[in-house]
């Protein structure tokens, strides 16, 4: 997840995503929880930023470049995994409260 949402950032900014191997889970949960909640703030703050013409714009990410996607999908996309990541995220904590 962690890798997946830095990389969309990178590339709604337009810099360089990092390395797959450079971005690492930060460790315990507090720092875990900082890390999210760092990625959440920029995510929103680069989300209100687009305008039309952004969100028009070629993206590459996560299709291949031919694929004829734009910024929108991408948005679009990672917004749809970070949910289905916190109903995963949601339905293990369930599970472990049932089975304590």
């Known amino acids: 997840m962690l890798w997946y949402w830095t990389t969309a ?3 709604l900014e337009q ?3 990092p390395d797959r191997h450079d971005v690492t889970w930060p460790g315990s949960g507090m720092a ?11 995510w929103r703050t680069a989300l209100t930023a687009l305008d ?12 291949p470049a ?3 996607r734009t910024v929108a ?3 679009a996309w990672l917004n749809v995994e970070l949910a289905k990541n916190a ?4 339905q293990i904590r369930m599970i472990r409260a049932t089975t304590g």
């Open 9 to 11: 950032l990178a590339r």
């Open 15 to 17: 810099r360089d995503p």
């Open 32 to 42: 875990a929880i900082a890390a999210l909640r760092d990625l959440c703030t920029r």
């Open 52 to 63: 039309d013409e952004d969100l028009a714009r070629p993206s590459a990410f996560p299709w």
């Open 66 to 68: 031919d694929a004829g």
């Open 73 to 75: 999908h991408m948005t």
């Open 87 to 90: 109903a995963e995220i949601g």
